[in-house]
T-cell receptor, first 111, second 112 residues
Framework: GQQVMQIPQYQHVQEGEDFTTYCNSS?????IQWYKQRPGGHPVFLIQ?????EVKKQKRLTFQFGEAKKNSSLHITATQTTDVGTYFC???????????FGTGTSLTVIP | ETGVTQSPTHLIKTRGQQVTLRCSSQ?????VSWYQQALGQGPQFIFQ???????GRGNFPPRFSGLQFPNYSSELNVNALELDDSALYLC???????????FGDGTRLSIL
């Protein structure tokens, strides 16, 4: 069945270092969304990418959607302690009309 | 605008029982999706309702069923509860089927 994998599963960085998480789908997606979930919290929407090759920026965060619409990445520049949490990608597939969440990357920022 | 609210917050049931979880979507959001999130895992899509009709379904058995009402509320029903059903159940509302989702705080379901 369809799968969305994320790597790495865990990442520990020193405050100020950069961070990247990668999201890979086994099939083409109609869009990709990124969410952040803090421990004990619920996923919070960050951004949506729709077009092939699309790149969007939010302050220190850069999101990219692959040309084949099967992969995506989230890059954080100069991490801060407020960036701590688990980052999930979620792709929507028109085949079956459902969302597929990635396995998540847990980010720890060491002050 | 009001957010997405879920009830109850926590629930304890025993194997074989039935449970109903409730969600109140944001006003104007005609789509609601339900997810199961096990500890340390990503949310797993159960199903999605759009304008009160089931629009898509994940790999969950028929004992997971749902309803969406015209007043932006919805329900997730689970029959014949199993130990593996212990998880956080999240609902998420959106303005349309593939659009950004706004999640509630979830219901933590424990099966004994």
């Amino acid at each position: 069945g369809q799968q969305v994998m994320q790597i790495p599963q865990y990442q520990h960085v020193q405050e100020g270092e950069d961070f990247t998480t990668y999201c890979n789908s086994s099939t083409t997606l109609s869009n990709i969304q990124w969410y952040k979930q803090r421990p004990g919290g619920h996923p919070v929407f960050l951004i949506q990418l729709v077009k092939s090759g699309e790149v969007k920026k939010q302050k220190r965060l850069t999101f990219q959607f692959g040309e084949a619409k099967k992969n995506s990445s989230l890059h954080i520049t100069a991490t801060q302690t407020t960036d701590v949490g688990t980052y999930f990608c979620a792709g929507y597939s028109n085949t079956g009309n459902q969302f597929y969440f990635g396995t998540g990357t847990s980010l720890t920022v060491i002050p | 605008e009001t957010g997405v609210t879920q009830s109850p917050t926590h629930l304890i049931k025993t194997r074989g029982q039935q449970v109903t979880l409730r969600c109140s979507s944001q006003s104007g959001h005609n789509t609601v999706s339900w997810y199961q999130q096990a500890l340390g895992q990503g949310p797993q899509f159960i199903f999605q309702y759009y304008r009160e009709e089931e629009n898509g379904r994940g790999n969950f058995p028929p004992r997971f069923s749902g309803l969406q009402f015209p007043n932006y509320s919805s329900e997730l029903n689970v029959n014949a509860l199993e130990l593996d059903d212990s998880a956080l159940y999240l609902c998420a509302s959106s303005v349309d089927r593939a659009q950004p989702q706004h999640f509630g705080d979830g219901t933590r379901l424990s099966i004994l």
